[in-house]
């Protein structure tokens, strides 16, 4: 059983910032990939930003330059922090979490339950 917690969504104007955060707990034996996935309604789910073990990143164009993922691997915790947000950005974003369990010792895709993230114009 492995849990992701969610936080940091909310309401901003366009040109804010938020921090997302994601901390996993449970059954793990070792994260490999943590990342960020955004569904806006009528959209499909798409990749924002994601970050391996060995630190390398991966950004959605829409966003390079603005939002920036991080991980604290002690913490077994992924944030994003997004910068200049502008309305387009609204939707619920997903923590995902790509890990090895304890247990099975067999690779695992968690998810999140989402947090929303509204931007106004």
């Known amino acids: 059983q492995v849990n992701l917690v969610e936080s940091g969504g909310g309401l901003v104007q366009a040109g804010g910032s938020l921090r997302l955060s994601c901390v996993a707990s449970?059954?793990?034996?070792?994260?490999?990939?943590m990342g960020w996935y955004r569904q806006a309604p009528g959209k499909e789910r798409e990749l924002v930003a994601s970050?391996?073990?060995?630190?390398?990143?991966n950004y959605v164009d829409s966003v390079k330059g603005r939002f920036t993922i991080s991980r604290d691997n002690a913490e077994n915790t992924v944030y994003l922090q997004m910068n200049s947000l502008r309305p387009e950005d609204t939707a619920v974003y997903l923590c995902?979490?790509?890990?090895?369990?304890?247990?099975?010792?067999?690779?695992?895709?968690?998810w999140g339950q989402g947090t929303q993230v509204t931007v106004s114009s």
């Open positions: 995902n979490v790509l890990l090895t369990s304890r247990q099975t010792l067999r690779i695992v895709n968690s």
């Open positions: 449970g059954n793990i034996f070792r994260i490999n990939a």
């Open positions: 970050i391996t073990s060995g630190g390398s990143t």
